[in-house]
């Protein structure tokens, strides 16, 4: 064999390996990254702002760690330790349960240090290095993005069923092997990127936001778009496949003009999406998705030239704080797009996803002429998306069980209300298996949800409204609230007959609310249904207002209950207005006025969450159950007519 030939079977080698440890490094990494988001929802709650954001803080500085680890190891030595620190951390957060932060944030440290570590090594000496890492990338997404899809959106970290164990810990040894492959790697250990045109490796901050958010959030998708996790699934993988099509077969496309309308088309994108029409959500998704792993690609892919490698040392130590900066902005995005349902920021946060997207075009421009994919790549490589965006829709709906058969109710209806905190335990874990075996418990003929998360991060990126009407085999109708993917639910045995959502007026927020109204087959009459989770604050004029609307949407109806977490207590004037409107309360008819259905009641009597019939209505068997899932308790009644 001659020198040059096997020089090329030996970069070919090596690209393979570095093919499947970013691969795998992403698959098991963003499980992490959804697991410490949820959990630091909890801890902000228990210890308070200050203690969660600096618990972020620590663990997204971590790429700067790295440097100095591969300063003291070399390359090769790091970047395995990094993988096999990974590893062994979600092999933990899989093993031991309740999850513990640190060792989530361990985790997350860990999946960080060896991105960065392997984008240095991919950048060092090659022009088409950063490109090639980003293809690796997502073909990691895609794999992420199947086992979510495939586990309905609940992580496999979060549970012990032997199918999530078995996938974990099998992604675990391959992460392992890969790591002993990169740490007998012939790459030298002491080669060094070429220090200028590193800031561009930020943008893998705000790439992760949009990936986070929409474009990789197979909840969201199926959601926003009205859909089920299987169609979205099948749009979130195939916007991964054409990000990476675009990338392998698109160098023709490097031109400044065509990145200009790329930037111009994702942040339009983005800006519509947390809002739009459900029919424009899925060929949004596949758009945007393909456009900013394109872009992705064309920024890490402005490095150093063959001839400046290792020129100049110092580019490791860039490369880490441009990769810190990006991944504090990540964070920094993402928290602030969750908060601001409960504390307004001074601009919308619908400002903050084209934000970030903005940001990666910025990034992509960071050097004209791009460098072109390396043509040395297998390209076959996508035909893994490809593969997972149509196996995975049809493992979906192959093993989806069709619900049972409605049934008339016959002048009795049992009704369960609860606020579920997006199905988040006392302790920040996703446990919406313990939620549904609450529910369950009540044999209820309806339930009525408030604080459904249907894809939010602080909620584990779960479909909770899907989940639960799958286990429980309930079907469900949705009205989203604070955005499209965070609101109100109702679930039924009985048939339901027509449904209505309508936003509540919004007046000094913070958060949107609504009302959903379904009608349900009461036996050849029959029986309305509304949820509902209105404004917060006593004396509130939104509150009022929102009253105002709701009995507005239900003033012609006969038989009408109305549940949800009202947020005003026995001595407010807002109570009077329903009373006033003939509706009765069914825990003041059961004489249990003074009782909390606070988990953790601010004063004696706390009881935001009520249950309101008309007045052709009884109410009997009322029960607040004792369960501290969730910061509220469910309220449980049998309706009578």
Not at 170 to 186: D, G, H, P
Not at 198 to 225: E, I, R
Not at 425 to 443: E, L, T
Not at 612 to 628: A, K, R, W
């Amino acid at each position: 064999m001659n020198t040059a030939l096997a020089s090329r079977e030996a970069r070919a080698f090596r690209s393979s390996v570095a093919i499947v440890a970013v691969a795998l490094s992403v698959a098991l990494g963003l499980p992490l990254v959804r697991v410490l988001i949820a959990l630091l929802y909890g801890v902000r709650e228990s210890r308070g702002t200050p203690a969660a954001l600096a618990i972020a803080v620590a663990v997204f500085s971590a790429p700067m760690l790295w440097v100095v680890v591969r300063r003291a190891l070399g390359s090769r030595a790091a970047t395995a330790t990094a993988l096999v620190g990974l590893a062994g951390a979600a092999a933990g957060v899989q093993i031991v349960h309740p999850i513990a932060w640190w060792l989530a944030g361990l985790g997350v440290a860990c999946a960080l240090g060896s991105w960065i570590l392997l984008l240095h090594a991919a950048r060092a000496g090659t022009t088409s290095g950063g490109s090639m890492f980003a293809v690796a990338f997502m073909l990691g997404l895609a794999l992420d993005a199947s086992v979510h899809a495939a586990f309905r959106t609940w992580d496999a970290s979060w549970q012990s069923t032997p199918a999530a164990v078995i996938v974990t810990l099998t992604l675990v040894a391959a992460t392992v092997a890969a790591a002993w492959s990169c740490l007998r790697s012939a790459e030298p250990d002491d080669v060094e990127e070429a220090s200028r045109h590193v800031m561009p490796v930020a943008a893998l901050g705000p790439f992760l936001v949009l990936q986070t958010l929409f474009l990789h959030n197979v909840a969201f998708a199926g959601a926003a778009s009205g859909t089920s996790a299987a169609v979205g699934a099948g749009a979130v993988l195939a916007g991964t496949a054409a990000a990476m099509a675009i990338t392998l077969w698109g160098s023709r496309m490097n031109a400044s003009t065509a990145r200009a309308a790329a930037v111009v088309t994702i942040v339009a994108l983005t800006s519509v999406l947390p809002a739009a029409n459900r029919w424009v959500v899925l060929p949004a998704l596949i758009v945007a998705g393909g456009l900013s792993g394109w872009l992705l690609s064309i920024a890490l892919g402005q490095g150093g030239d063959d001839s400046r490698a290792g020129a100049r040392h110092g580019g490791a130590w860039r490369t880490g704080v441009a990769a810190t900066v990006g991944s504090l902005t990540f964070m920094a995005l993402v928290f602030l797009f969750q908060i601001h349902a409960s504390q307004p920021l001074p601009i919308s946060n619908r400002f903050l996803p084209p934000a970030a997207a903005l940001m990666l075009g910025v990034a992509a421009f960071a050097r004209l002429p791009a460098p072109r994919p390396a043509t040395t790549w297998p390209r076959p490589l996508i035909l893994a998306p490809v593969v997972f965006a149509v196996a995975i829709p049809l493992f979906l709906t192959v093993t989806t069980p069709d619900p049972p058969l409605p049934s008339a109710l016959d002048g009795s209806l049992r009704i369960v209300s609860w606020n579920v905190h997006s199905a988040v335990d006392g302790q920040g874990q996703v446990v919406p298996d313990s939620f549904a075996a609450a529910i369950a418990a009540q044999r209820a003929d309806v339930v009525v949800l408030q604080e459904v998360s249907r894809g939010w991060p602080i909620g584990g990126s779960l479909d909770l409204a899907a989940w639960l009407s799958a286990r429980l085999e309930m079907p469900f109708v949705w009205a989203p609230a604070a955005d499209a993917g965070f609101g109100n639910v109702i679930l039924s045995r009985s048939p339901i007959l027509e449904s209505e959502v309508m936003p509540l007026p919004f007046g000094s927020g913070p958060q949107r609310r609504s009302l959903l109204r379904v009608v349900l087959d009461a036996g050849g009459s029959t029986i309305v249904v509304v949820a509902t989770h209105l404004e917060t604050g006593a004396g509130s004029d939104t509150r009022e207002q929102q009253i105002a609307t709701l009995l507005g949407a239900v003033a012609r109806d006969e038989r009408v209950v109305i549940a949800g977490d009202m947020n005003m207590q026995p001595a407010d004037d807002d109570v009077a207005r329903f009373l006033d409107a003939g509706f009765s309360s069914a825990q003041d008819e059961a004489g249990n006025g003074t009782a909390s259905t606070a988990r953790a009641p601010n004063f004696p009597g706390d009881r935001p969450d009520w249950i309101f019939g008309s007045p052709d209505l009884t109410f009997s068997g009322f029960t607040i159950v004792n369960s501290d899932l969730s910061d509220h308790r469910p309220l449980v009644v049998t309706v009578r007519w």
